[in-house]
């Protein structure tokens, strides 16, 4: 035995140990704690502790210079004890020179070390009575003086008790001591009051109200120590449940804004160093700057708390071997006790505040890191947005930072566990000598053979994560695009391409999870073998007897070495995430930014000029000698409307972004002189209602609010809506249509009251009534005295422009006015003679009508279309009574007992595999204690050799090893299984899906519930089942085998785990709470991220950027504090489910203490004591695990609200499939068609009743809302009717499968659709054509140059959504793929409203070529598109109010007719004029 080696060693050191007298470390050989040489060495031993800690902050704090900002006058108190201490090391000084001096005694040879040792704690204790004092200084001091004082006296009275009598100098420093206990209290009150929160100093940075903060900010240090600072919320909670509202803010110091300055300046002071040591990563740099104290700070706890694990096994030997003592000493039992209670109320509370301020250090990085990649996109180059598409920036927020959160804690628990694993195998060392050295061999080769293992893993996460983007860039791709994925009837195309990238993922789950129960096996084993390695070294060594305080003891040991055995791979694995993380962090950080330097922005000057380029070239690819745009010269006066035309893909659009600064400049000057409004080519909306998007974070300003909605023909649309200008607008304004979008952003524009307006094509989304209102009223009206560029299409326009600027090919080809450029002739003649052709058939001359025309221009329109008035609602999108186009977000409330665990299980199928694991553990967990109730009972009989007590051990405990990884086996396949069926689920229903569903759910909440929640769902749930099953296991075992031993105990117990019962449902009712919010206020974060990053552009032109900023702030602040106060709460439980275990724990040992001498065998308080001492983190172990199942199961329920939505339409009906040939004509007949879009809405298509004859042109023409959109959704069915039928050669179309009626159909969408990928696969998804046929339709849709120029041909890159392709160049994809499908119908849904008149007619000549034979359906803002069709559907209202051939209904004053005098008055004009001078 150790203690017997020991004594070995003294005796032939027996001059060393009289030389150190009372003070030698080895006490004469005796390990007792109720000596008092062993006390009076624990308690110098603890002096020196807080001294070493004491001088580390104190250095800390002068580097830093964080000295306390308080009074820094002493109370008389302070000086007087100070002094007295002083005096006292003054006194052990003098003792330890005599000492030297006196070498006449051999025992005091070396006490002189002794005496200065002391001497120098008391010189610091009096240095640290007056010293000034950062707070965790004054946090270790009062903790020094209290526990210095306590033990110290006792130890007094204690020596006085048994010695009768008391050394001189102890007598003159006891009242120096009980004087600490006194400066302690008085430093402690001084301290309370200094943290009372000044009110000045606390002003919150975005006006938040100081009351509503957390109460942590107000607390005492008691209230710090326990976190009842959280009593009030969590007793809130407990009465109701809790809002969003209900949450405290955070503290002013764990705000997002102070911990990017922080951050900003120290990442801005290394950006600036230019020295060598800026080669690493400067994010892990910076981040070290601002952090490090923290960090310190938390590795003192998580050192004591180290500390406190290694000393147990020790007193776990010591309470052994008391109860082998022959004579009985109560005192040293009871002092036995108060030595456990100190160790574990150390361990508790310094675990507690690691964790608690681990993750709070980590909540504040993940913010600083967040707001840093928020601030970087607003700033980024075109080029940087080109490498980091939107996907990528909200994954650096959303898995990048946010994996921060966790860093702290991992990096504290890996090193802390590290220090350990060594302390452990020296305790090993210890108690069993030499014999200790054979059980490092298996205890290397478990831990090496962990290194694999976590490599595999860490692999498998690897792949599985890529796989995961992979599959959530597709879905969010398919979610964006549903609705042409349901006009096609691609669902189950895409469906199995999400499928095949979950087939990947699952791959590489399985393969994790199956592993994960390898390293479970090998965790517990790892113990098994040590231990019956060691014991029989033990036994050949025989370097210590196997008895019960031997043998218990290092099972106590590798107890505490097995974990960190097990978990530094998993610490080591998420580390290197991390540094994964902020290396791709780095490299975005560091990306180019914006340049001030590609335009001058400069306040407006007296000057007429306003914008200015000169010599100016740009390109988007700054590593090619290709130009974008290039020989750009041109002027602009204030003032001046100027017009931009020119083919598809001629560079209008960037030289808008030339104006703006996006485009990189290679060469020329850029001069702005004012502010400027930019209104996007394809509209950007944002999540919010119609005021917020209009106001742009200005403020409301009435009258000039008014003026712009007006001037945006947009007063009749907000009037028709219940919530007026409060509606709310979907995510990426999906409930509006493309018109209402387009003319938002415009008043959006109008309303910003700019100097310099941009318009990019803002009129392609309307029909040409609204777009001459538009024209008229907002151009020519509102902004009559602004600066004006419009990039557009519309020919009819350029009459009214100032100057005209016509490009080709990335050049400015001519430039001027529109009289001198008609006579120049060239390209602008040929973009004027397209539109002269286009408005041939309309010329009233021709007619014969030009006088009717003339008084209806005259006049206006007059009857049921007033010129303005009827910029009609957009009837399809119209609530429901006081209910928002896009609902809240739906949640549990409360708890929801046992439903979503029983689903969970009743989805999956999986409650043979629980059972399972429920039999695994209990059988593990009754050999286990077989094995240890062996070693107990088999110590006591003597007959029993070493051979066979270790072989018996071994066997049961390896038998208990295989149903430890049959318990992690069950409980992986019992997730797997969970997770593909709700997967599975999940997809088929969002993929059945009505459109009704996405037209009211931000894809957010879906992708939310396709990522995060069912991550939770693989990873979290079924191993924290497992682990529940077997805490709850594992307690009911640790208090039998106590109560075996002492049965009172049993009582005590009951107690305990009622309380903690009380404890926990008192937490969770609130805990739960906060996890449901904090699922809803994460995706506002993302969302608010990827929304910006699409409208970049927009808020620089606007300069908005520092109001997105703040806005983002406070969303980061709203999801940070619901983690902060989670965090806070499971600290609170944990550390009240700790005070009550520990009881359990303390009455067990004071029970042992109290019994009579020889009542239990050594060998049974060695099992009873080695159970308790797990007992309080099992508890634990058990409560934060059920804690964390409880919220995780609310994943469960979010997934199951969208496995249950009501779905379409079956896709095949099998019994009434229409046949292969079907429509072979092409007739539609609607018959009394009535739709509806809600069952408590009103009618939007109103009793329409008409016949669409075989292989006719059918024009659809009305106003913006009119229910043209609608009436193509009922024809596709993306909406049932609620009356009437829809009949396509006489078969009713809600008679068949979805699939079998949009497979015969053919559409081109009003927004055109990209996929990423190839130009093959978006021109033929399903891959049914040849390369010759993909060739051909290219050809006809005008884009064979285009794609015959690029590198890879067709299998040339489309990016996500289609970006690198113009908008008109998108459209006419959509073009090439119906041409490829040829079918009997076609719809075109304002198929060319982003392309120019000329490309438009080529393209209408293709399409009268191409479907001769079809029957052709046309929605069309512009009238030519339709006027040459068969027949003409005029809607208003949704009524049908004409259906005819359009030449009878231009003979009389008919509906059509006057959306003709329209169009014509609005291209009339100096066009006209213009003309007829150049004939």
């Known amino acids: 035995m150790v203690m017997q080696e020991i004594w070995q060693i003294t005796q ?42 004491f001088y580390m902050l104190l250095i800390l704090g002068s580097v830093r210079k964080s000295y306390s900002n308080g009074d820094t006058r002493k109370h008389w108190i302070f000086i007087f004890v100070s002094v007295y201490c002083a005096v006292i090391s003054f006194t052990y000084i003098i003792s330890g020179v005599w000492d030297i001096l006196d070498r006449n005694d051999e025992s005091r040879n070396l006490r002189w070390v002794v005496d200065f040792i002391t001497a120098l704690v008391w010189i610091s204790l009096s240095v640290s009575l007056i010293v000034r004092r950062i707070r965790w200084v004054r946090v270790v001091v009062i903790v020094w003086w209290v526990s210095f004082s306590v033990l110290a006296s006792v130890l007094n009275g204690e020596v006085l008790l048994k010695m009768q009598g008391i050394h001189i100098i102890d007598i003159v420093s006891w009242p120096a001591k009980l004087m600490l206990l006194l400066c302690a209290w008085k430093h402690f009150s001084q301290s309370a009051s200094k943290n009372r929160p000044d009110q000045s100093l606390s002003e919150p940075l975005v006006g938040k109200s100081e009351a509503h903060r957390t109460d942590l900010c107000r607390a005492s240090f008691i209230s710090r120590l326990t976190f009842s600072w959280l009593h009030p919320l969590l007793s809130l909670g407990y009465s109701k449940p809790l809002g969003l509202d209900d949450v405290p803010d955070l503290t002013s110091e764990d705000e997002a804004i102070l911990q990017y300055k922080k951050f900003n300046n120290a990442w801005g002071c290394l950006r600036g160093d230019k020295s060598s040591t800026n080669t690493h990563n400067l994010v892990i740099q910076a981040l070290a700057k601002v952090y490090m104290k923290e960090m310190i700070i938390e590795g003192v706890y998580a050192i004591l708390r180290t500390f406190a694990v290694v000393v147990l096994p020790l007193l776990l030997y010591a309470f052994v071997q008391y109860s082998t003592q022959k004579r009985e000493n109560k005192i040293d039992g009871v002092f036995l006790v108060g030595y456990l209670v100190i160790i574990k109320v150390t ?105 694999p293992i976590a490599k595999f893993i860490q692999n498998c996460q690897t792949r599985f994560m890529v796989a995961q983007d992979e599959r959530l860039r597709a879905t969010s791709e398919v979610l964006n695009n549903m609705k042409i994925i349901k006009l096609q009837s691609w669902e189950e195309k895409f469906k199995n391409m999400i499928e095949s990238f979950r087939l990947k993922e699952f791959e590489w789950l399985t393969e994790l999870q199956v592993k994960k129960a390898y390293g479970t096996a090998l965790y517990w084993m790892s113990p098994t073998i040590v231990s019956s390695v060691i014991f029989m070294g033990c036994a050949v060594w025989r370097s210590a007897p196997l008895n019960a305080s031997t043998i218990f003891t290092i099972l106590a040991a590798l107890r505490m070495v097995a974990e960190p055995v097990r978990t530094i791979p998993d610490a080591l694995s998420m580390l290197i995430q991390v540094k994964v993380s902020l290396d791709r962090l780095n490299v975005f950080l560091l990306e180019d930014e914006l340049s001030d330097e590609h335009v001058q922005r400069r306040q407006p000057q007296d000057s007429e000029k306003i914008i200015r380029i000169h010599a100016g070239a740009f390109s988007w690819d700054t590593y090619t000698t290709a130009t974008t745009l290039r020989r750009i010269d041109f002027e602009v006066r204030r003032g001046e409307k100027v017009a931009v035309c020119g083919p598809v893909g001629a560079g209008k659009s960037s030289l808008l972004y030339a104006v703006l600064g996006e485009i990189p400049k290679i060469s020329g000057t850029v001069d702005v002189f004012g502010s400027v409004a930019y209104v996007s080519q394809t509209s950007w909306i944002q999540s919010g209602t119609i005021r917020d998007n209009i106001l742009f974070g200005k403020p409301m300003e009435n009258t000039r609010y008014s003026k712009a909605i007006k001037a945006c023909a947009l007063d009749k649309d907000i009037d028709s809506f219940d919530h007026g200008d409060l509606t709310e607008i979907g995510q990426r304004g999906l409930n509006m249509s493309g018109g209402q979008k387009q003319r938002i952003q415009l008043a959006r524009a109008v309303y910003n009251d700019a100097d310099i307006y941009l318009l990019d094509d803002p009129f392609s989304a309307v029909d040409a009534h609204t777009a001459s209102i538009l024209f008229n009223d907002c151009v020519m009206g509102a902004l009559a005295k602004k600066t004006v560029i419009l990039v557009t299409h519309q020919v009819e326009f350029l009459t009214a422009a100032d100057t005209i600027l016509v490009m080709e090919g990335g050049e400015i080809i ?99 595999y629980l059972g399972l694991t429920t039999f695994s553990q209990s059988s593990f967990v009754a050999l286990q204690l077989a094995a240890t109730y062996w070693l107990a009972v088999a ?35 019992l997730g797997l299984k969970a997770s593909k069926a709700f997967f599975s689920g999940f997809t088929n229903s969002v993929f059945k899906a009505p459109m009704l569903f996405f037209d009211s759910t931000p894809i957010g909440r879906i992708l939310t519930r396709a990522s995060s929640d069912l991550s939770v769902l693989d990873f979290d749930i079924p191993f924290s089942m497992s682990y529940v099953i ?17 049965w009172q105990i049993i009582f005590v117990a009951m107690l305990a785990m009622i309380a903690t019962i009380y404890v926990q449902r008192y937490y969770l009712a609130s805990a739960r709470e906060l996890v449901r919010i904090n699922g809803t ?11 910006t990053s699409l409208g970049v552009v927009t808020i620089r032109a606007f300069d908005m950027m520092d109001k997105f900023f703040q806005n983002y702030l406070k969303l980061i602040d709203m999801d940070a504090k619901l ?66 199942l409880a919220n995780y199961i609310v994943s469960v329920e979010r997934i199951k609200q969208f496995m249950n939505i009501p779905s379409e339409p079956p896709a095949i009906v099998d019994d009434k499939r229409p046949p292969s040939s079907w429509p072979s004509l092409g007739r539609i007949d609607l018959l009394d068609l009535k739709i509806k879009y809600r069952p408590n809405a009103p009618l939007v298509l109103k009793g329409i009743s008409c016949t669409f004859k075989e292989g006719t042109r059918v024009g659809v023409v009305g106003r913006t809302g009119s229910g043209k959109t609608t009436l193509i959704s009922a024809l596709f069915r993306l909406v049932e009717p609620v009356s009437g039928r829809i009949l396509i050669d006489g078969l009713d179309i809600c008679s068949i499968g979805l699939k079998d009626l ?59 959504e289609g970006e690198n392709w113009s908008a008109g160049q998108r459209q006419l994809f959509c073009l090439g793929r119906v041409l490829l499908k040829r079918n009997r119908i076609l719809v075109l849904d304002e198929a060319t409203a982003s392309i120019d008149s000329a490309t438009d007619a080529v393209l209408q000549r293709v399409i009268r070529q191409e479907f001769s034979r079809c029957t052709v359906v046309t929605v069309a803002h512009r009238v030519p598109t339709v006027i040459d069709s068969d027949m003409v559907m005029v809607l208003s209202y949704g009524k049908l109010v004409e259906f005819d051939e359009p030449s009878k209904l231009l003979e009389v004053n008919s509906y059509f007719s006057k959306l003709v005098a329209e169009y014509w008055s609005s291209c009339q004009g100096n066009s006209m004029k213009s003309l007829s001078n150049k004939q």
């Open 939 to 973: 110590i006591q009989i003597p007959q029993i050799g070493s051979g066979v007590l270790i072989g018996t051990y071994a066997g049961i405990s390896a038998i208990s090893t295989v149903f430890a990884f049959l318990r992690s086996w069950f409980a992986a396949r």
């Open 1123 to 1188: 983690l902060f106060h989670s965090n806070a709460a499971m600290e609170w439980l944990v550390i009240r489910i700790e005070v009550l275990q520990n009881l359990t724990l303390f009455s067990i040992a004071l029970f042992l203490v109290l019994l009579p001498q020889g009542a239990v065998t050594p060998g049974f308080v060695g099992l009873s004591l080695s159970y308790a001492l797990t007992l309080t983190n099992t508890q634990v172990f058990t409560s934060r695990w059920y804690s964390s």
């Open 1081 to 1091: 206020t994460k995706a506002p974060v993302m969302n608010y991220a990827a929304e």
């Open 347 to 451: 361990e508790s509370l310094s675990q507690r505040h690691c964790f608690f301020n681990s993750r709070r250090s980590g909540m504040r990085m993940r913010s600083a890191l967040m707001v840093a990649v928020y601030q970087k996109q607003l700033k980024l180059s075109s080029q940087g947005r080109r490498r980091h598409t939107t996907g990528e920036i909200v994954n650096y927020i959303a898995v990048d930072a946010y994996r921060m959160g966790e860093f702290p804690w991992w990096f504290h628990l890996g090193w802390s566990l590290t220090v350990q694993l060594f302390l452990g195998v020296g305790v090993l060392f210890l108690t069993v000598g030499v014999g200790v050295l054979p059980g490092l061999v298996p205890l290397l080769i478990c831990s090496f053979l962990n290194v």
């Open 814 to 912: 001519q430039m001027g006015s529109y009289k001198d450029l008609l006579t120049a002739g060239t390209a602008f003649e040929q973009l004027v003679n397209a539109h002269k052709d286009a408005m041939t058939v309309l010329d009233p001359e021709i007619n014969g009508h030009g006088g009717e025309y003339e008084v209806n221009r005259m006049n206006g329109s007059t009857g049921s279309y007033p010129t303005k008035q009827n910029s009609e609602r957009e009837i399809s999108v119209k609530p429901q009574a006081g209910i928002q186009l896009t609902e809240e977000e739906a949640k549990e409330i409360g708890d929801a007992g046992w439903k979503p665990y029983l689903d969970y299980l009743s989805i999956s199928k999986g409650s043979i």
């Open 1030 to 1046: 077997a805490g709850f296991i594992e307690v009911l075992t640790t208090i039998g085998v106590a109560a075996s031993v002492t």
């Open 12 to 53: 032939s050191m027996a001059s060393f140990q009289r030389s150190l007298g009372w003070k030698s470390w080895l006490c004469e050989g005796k390990f007792d704690f109720g000596s008092l040489c062993i006390q009076r060495f624990i308690i110098d031993g603890l002096n020196v502790l807080f001294l070493f800690l």
């Open 1302 to 1360: 949009r497979l015969k159909l053919s559409i081109i969408p009003q927004e055109p659709a990209l996929f990423k990928g190839s130009i093959r696969t978006n021109l033929d998804p399903l891959g049914l054509y040849s390369d010759n046929e993909i060739w051909e339709a290219i050809e006809k849709c005008q884009l064979k140059s285009t794609v015959l120029s690029l590198p890879n041909l067709l299998d040339s890159s489309v990016s996500d």
